[in-house]
């Protein structure tokens, strides 16, 4: 995936998606569920279906 054709939304959700591989934001929970995480998850997945039509 080229950063230049994908969107700068697309790009923050990745970011926060490699983020949460190491660290811990200040929506994490304890038992390691973020609400960032799923909506990046969201997005990317959705932005997914969108290239491969
Ligand atoms: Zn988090």
Known sequence: ??????????QTAWYVLEYH?????????????CQDVQIAR???????RFRQR
Do not use: E, V
Not at 1 to 10: F, G, N, Q
Not at 42 to 48: D, G, K, L, Q
């Open 1 to 10: 995936m080229t950063a230049r054709r994908t969107p700068l939304l697309i």
């Open 21 to 33: 591989r190491h660290h811990r934001c200040p929506h994490c929970t304890d038992s390691g569920w």
């Open 42 to 48: 969201t997005r990317i997945t959705a932005w997914y």
